[in-house]
């Protein structure tokens, strides 16, 4: 994968996460969640400009324990002249799966489509969750969080926390 593609999958790897979160809580209470998570994406053109990346991570988050998460980020663009990421489509759907195969579903919105690379590779971005139900336990799910990614595209190590609250829906 070349320095171009290193930098979309990075800047996207955090902000779906946040989902998972929400299948923590307990039946109808709101409970607050944290979580830290890690993963890889997979860089694939779709136009001369634009890419397509895959996500997948996995991580811990609070009275939830490992959670394993996929995702993709649509219409992305690497401008190497500007030291920029910017995405196309802002908002999209991620899914979280639990150890049982219990599953989350929620949608995450880029608080910037354009995310700024350092000279160094690094990159921070923001996005909001919503927590839009599940299956299993967490069927009727609902809640929100905010998530932060730090990532260096030359490293491929990123770190990515989430923050939010969340509700089971039974």
Known sequence: MDRTRFALAFAFLALPLVIEIGSTAPDKQSASIKGRLGGKVRATPI??????????????????????????????????????????????????????????????????????LGADGSLSAEADLRITGGTGR?????????????????????????EGQAANGH
């Open 47 to 116: 136009s001369p400009r634009l890419y397509e990346l895959e996500n997948e991570a996995v991580g811990t988050i609070s009275r939830f324990g490992r959670v394993s998460a996929r995702w993709v980020v649509h219409d992305v663009e690497f401008d190497a002249k500007r030291g920029q990421i910017v995405v196309g489509r802002i908002a999209s759907n991620g899914i979280i799966t639990a150890a049982n195969g219990d599953q989350i579903f929620g949608e995450y919105r880029f608080r910037n489509p354009v995310i700024t």
């Open 138 to 162: 967490f069927a009727n799910a609902t809640g929100h969080a905010a998530s932060l990614i730090r990532a260096n595209v030359f490293t491929s190590k990123s770190t990515i926390t989430i």
